[in-house]
């Protein structure tokens, strides 16, 4: 098993930026991809950002590309999700996600992921 808890999310005026944090624990070697996705009121859980554990790989979603920047720190078993120039659109609660090894399919995709967070909440004033 694996615990992911975020932190970091708050309001914010546009053109700001937050950094959101991921701490996972627990069976962390086992991890092979953490993700971030994002959740509007009245909308589908969307793909944000991702990173490979290992290698660090990153992908961003053509939303936050040239805005967003995931990165990860592997001592400290933490992912994070740098937001700049936010947007009101950009408003959702958002959250982290690990996939194991072995996990198939689009790492864009939330059948990849085994572990969830409880989600931050993100608000960008106009």
């Known amino acids: 098993q694996v615990q992911l808890v975020e932190s970091g999310g708050g309001l914010v005026q546009a053109g700001g930026s937050l950094r959101l944090s991921c701490a996972a624990s627990g069976r962390t070697f086992t991890l092979l991809t953490m993700g971030w996705f994002r959740q509007a009121p009245g909308k589908e859980r969307e793909f944000v950002a991702a990173?490979?554990?290992?290698?660090?790989?990153?992908f961003v979603s053509d939303s936050g590309k040239g805005r967003f920047t995931i990165s990860r720190d592997n001592a400290k078993n933490t992912v994070y999700l740098k937001m700049n120039s936010l947007k009101p659109e950009d408003t959702a609660i958002y959250y982290c996600?690990?996939?194991?090894?072995?996990?198939?399919?689009?790492?864009?995709?939330?059948?990849?992921?085994?572990?969830w967070g409880q989600g931050t909440q993100v608000t960008v004033s106009s």
């Open positions: 990173i490979t554990w290992a290698g660090g790989t990153t």
């Open positions: 996600a690990a996939a194991p090894s072995g996990s198939r399919g689009s790492l864009r995709s939330l059948a990849f992921y085994d572990y």
